[in-house]
């Protein structure tokens, strides 16, 4: 079985405090991604790899970073945490190939509820 | 751009009914779509998507759902509910840099 984890379920930081929050999958995938999850709002893409040290923005990159040194590992950075960053941080990752891999599912950790102060 | 969307916020049916929770959406090109569930302070869990071939296509946990290539319209069903059906249901065109709907509650009353 595909297993993601995140290094947090809940996290508590305070307002202007730099934020790591580490996502590592175990099945090799090519694509990793970074969601945030509010009440109303659905799902939105904050960045997406699709390779090591590759990157693109997704639908709200403001006030946030990632990094992928290795390809299990994916990190989302707050470089100076806000309250309006208060959510449900999920990780995913998935097969990518040639395409991008636009026909398979995602397989997605269990999530880190942030609360800033 | 691509979109989905699921008009209805929240579904409530009697254990023992069928439900259809409801799904349509909007790309350029071929219409890779997946339906997702969510269970509570939980990631999310694929159930089922439609990338060729038949319209209805199976998933986990008894569920199906069917493409309408006319209609732009992708409703996972269920035969039969059960209250442990009680999710979050998350529909998404493509993979890769997929866009997700909203979502929709289900709730299965006993």
Known sequence: ?117 | AQSVAQPEDQVNVAEGNPLTVKCTYSVSGNPYLFWYVQYPNRGLQFLLKYITGDNLVKGSYGFEAEFNKSQTSFHLKKPSALVSDSALYFCAVRGGKSTFGDGTTLTVKP
């Open chain 1, 1 to 117: 079985d595909v297993k993601v984890t995140q290094s947090s379920r809940y996290l508590v930081k305070r307002t202007g405090e730099k934020v790591f929050l580490e996502c590592v999958q175990d099945m090799d995938h090519e694509n990793m991604f970074w969601y945030r999850q509010d009440p109303g709002l659905g799902l939105r893409l904050i960045y997406f790899s699709y390779d090591v040290k590759m990157k693109e923005k997704g639908d709200i990159p403001e006030g946030y970073s990632v990094s992928r040194e290795k390809k299990e590992r994916f990190s989302l950075i707050l470089e100076s945490a806000s309250t309006n960053q208060t959510s449900m941080y999920l990780c995913a990752s998935s097969f990518g190939a040639s395409d991008r891999g636009f026909y398979n599912e995602q397989f997605f950790g269990p999530g880190t509820r942030l609360t800033v102060l």
